[in-house]
């Protein structure tokens, strides 16, 4: 049974690789600034990374014309003109100039999440949807024991296209034995777009598109907020702000509960210095992520009883009552 930690005790020191200039890694970053060589050496990173994924089971180019051709009539339905998106959403993630705002990041959200559970049990030979289920479950564990009373409703923000939500709606149906109030928030039109053809019954309320930190939801309108895999994404300044938006649509009592990579797991800590590189290169906020107190964060936010636990050897769950 993994260590529950109370927020208490001191937050982890961010992992060496993160502001570490390692001569390696600094030769990396070196040549990752000389533009056509960045887009060489991320065209034979994806190529790899597609490769292996196909290798693994998961039908990654099919799949993607699937989605993106079922999804593009949705788009404007996944559109709210009045969002604003901040600059900072705009950065080029995982190697997409346009980052999430494009349908080659919506496209391929499915099969990358897949991809990211089964590298959390590199030894198993695991199928991608038994990894995904296994990911999902480690969560849902690790929030449970903090839920003391019944959730009627939840809001999972950072929805990207739905696996995490989707999820997480079955098991709190399967929690409530009865059909529980399940909606997804993103800043991406196109991803919410793959979500709603991922949803064809439609069980997901609502997939709204706005900002984390400015959802115009009702005060106090949610029993449980879940953040998977979504503040490594944000600036600390950002996740400040939607740390206080999710006290907001809180009622005391409520429920926030994070997921995301730990800084304590020996895996992450042990990066080598190339691949940690690559990774923040990718990643534009993963420094500001590790380097953020994110306990005391949720604490300044107005949140108490901040619990931090692993869920896998990667990722640990932070929960803490509104
Ligand atoms: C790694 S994905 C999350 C994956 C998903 N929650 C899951 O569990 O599989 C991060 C998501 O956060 C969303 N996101 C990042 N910043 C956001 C913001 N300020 N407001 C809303 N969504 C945001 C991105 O669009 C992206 O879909």
Redesign the pocket.
Known sequence: MAQVQSAAQPAAPPPNWVASRHPLGWLIDRLLAIEPLRQLMFLQARRLIIRTAERRGIAWRARREELQQQAEPLLALSTDPATTT?A??RAR?HAYDA??LCWAAAGE?EQA?DAMALRVWPGETLEPEQAQRRL?QAIFAAIEPNLTSPVRSAL??????????L?LKQWLDAREGTDVTVEG????PQ?LAVARVRDPEGRIRCWHH????ATGLPVASVDLI?????C???PAE?TRA?LREAARLLPPGGVLAL?DQDPDSKVIRRLPAPIATLLKSTEPYLEEYFSLDLPGAMGEAGFRDVRSQACDPRHRVLVAVR
Request: hydrophobic share 50%; with cysteine.
């Open positions: 901040p900072y959403y993630f980052g999430n959200a999440t999902r999972d923000i950072g929805c990207s296209v739905g696996v995490g939500t999820a928030l993103d800043l991406s991803m706005a900002a984390a930190e879940t953040l998977q895999f979504v490594h994404e944000l950002a939607v997921v």
